[in-house]
């Protein structure tokens, strides 16, 4: 069974410039989370989609964006970019069964932001 | 508020010595509680997790992990470390009651395992 798929691998922009990341989720998940993994700020919540619809955002400016698509395939945005962007953005998946669901996560985008 | 702790930024362990990573977490009502595993350049491979049940849960590659419920850990351990778990461990946690599904992770432990 293939895993969460994410790309580009690495992705490198200029400030102001907008980035799309880009992430398949195992299949019969219906559930895609970003995080973002930064140098020496751990693994933060950035957005929750499920079954097409945003559910949840962490504590990141709305700059910060995406979608589900009816495949539960998803996108991540983030426009004008910033010096401070630069991380690890890794995508994770889950089916929501009775609450117990472990997100199983993909190797994630490196953003270099120059 | 969930909050996970990982007292320890780095641990080191001679190969074929028992290991312990540890980690405390904080939680509204009774939690799940996750080890993660995230080698150089790669993205994070679920180890274990506790929903409910046996205190003592086992996982992928040998580790394993207590539940400890009154010291609120849930430290991650390996009976006789390999050079190849060299790697950083990161515990998460998510309350019961909550619709949401965000994990909050800890900061991370490497492990750095000697030959």
């Known amino acids: 069974e293939a895993g969460v798929t994410q790309s580009p691998t690495h992705l490198i922009k200029t400030r102001g410039q907008q980035a799309t990341l880009r992430c398949s989720p195992i299949?019969?998940?219906?559930?895609v989370y970003w995080y973002q993994q930064a140098l020496g700020l751990g693994l933060q919540f950035l957005l929750w989609y499920d079954e097409g619809e945003e559910r949840n955002r962490g504590n990141f400016p709305p700059r910060f964006s995406g979608r589900q698509f009816p495949n539960y395939s998803s996108e991540l945005n983030v426009n004008a970019l910033e010096l401070e962007d630069s991380a690890l953005y890794l995508c994770?998946?889950?089916?929501?069964?009775?609450?117990?669901?472990?997100?199983?996560f993909g190797p994630g985008t490196r953003l270099l932001v120059l | 508020a969930q909050s996970v702790a990982q007292p320890e930024d780095q641990v080191n362990v001679a190969e074929g010595n028992p290991l312990t990573v540890k980690c405390t977490y904080s939680v509204s009502g009774n939690p799940y509680l996750f080890w993660y595993v995230q080698y150089p350049n790669r993205g994070l491979q679920f180890l274990l997790k506790?929903?409910?049940?046996?205190?003592l849960v086992k996982g992928s590659y040998g580790f394993e992990a207590e539940f400890n419920k009154s010291q609120t850990s849930f430290h991650l351990k390996k009976p006789s470390a390999l050079v190849s778990d060299s790697a950083l461990y990161f515990c998460a946690v998510r309350s019961r009651y909550t619709g949401f599904q965000k994990l909050v992770f800890g900061t991370g432990t490497r492990l750095l395992v000697s030959p």
């Open positions: 506790y929903i409910t049940g046996d205190n």
């Open positions: 299949s019969g998940h219906t559930s």
């Open positions: 994770a998946s889950s089916l929501v069964l009775e609450g117990q669901e472990t997100q199983y």
